[in-house]
């Protein structure tokens, strides 16, 4: 801000010191004592009143570059209110404006998130509970395959051990079979039998 203050001052200042110097110029020969200490008050004025007008011109820019810096690093509430009624009133109030602008924007932009956010939860929650359904159903599922595969494997070594009881009644009957076999008296052959042939 000393470098906006500086170029507003400095002309001024210099203008002061031009219209000193063509004074003196005009009316050198003539000049007194006392018109020396009025000139070195009336540059000690001059240099003030420069100073004073680039600071009074340069006060509400700072302040609208304080407020727009604000504005840029998010702060949405930032506004400038100036009590001139010149150019630099209506750069504040344009400068108000685009910040309402951008609040309003950015407060419809959290309510829209927080509205896909709800309808996102509630589609998730929604999958979420198919997903349980569909896993519970597996479990389920699970649990039953693998009392089938139990009962299949008891039935398994029952099948096992009827083949075995079976061989082994088998082996029994041919046993039995060869032992019958050894006590059957041989057999004549009949009369008729005899004659048929």
Not at 103 to 127: C, F, G, M
Request: charged share 30%; aromatic share 8%.
């Amino acid at each position: 801000m000393i470098k906006l203050t500086s170029k507003i001052a400095l002309p001024i200042i210099l203008a002061g010191l031009f219209a000193i110097a063509v004074f003196i110029a005009i009316d050198y020969e003539k000049l007194e004592p006392s018109f020396y200490i009025i000139l070195i008050l009336f540059i000690i004025y001059v240099f003030f009143f420069g100073f004073a007008v680039g600071q009074n011109l340069a006060s509400p820019v700072k302040k609208l570059l304080d407020r727009a810096t604000e504005l840029s690093k998010g702060n949405l509430s930032s506004r400038v209110y100036l009590e001139t009624k010149d150019e630099l009133a209506e750069l504040a109030r344009v400068f108000n404006k685009i910040a309402d602008e951008l609040q309003e924007s950015h407060a419809q932009e959290e309510n829209t998130e927080k509205s896909v956010d709800i309808k996102v939860r509630a589609r998730t929650q929604a999958l979420e509970e198919t997903i349980n359904a569909l896993d519970q159903k597996i479990k389920n599922r699970t649990i039953e395959l693998e009392r089938l595969i139990t009962k299949s494997g008891d039935l398994e070594r029952r099948a096992k051990i009827r083949e075995t009881e079976t061989i082994e009644l088998k082996q029994e009957l041919n046993n039995l079979k060869s032992k019958i076999g050894r006590y059957k008296p041989s057999k004549e052959p009949n009369s008729k039998n005899a004659r048929a042939s």
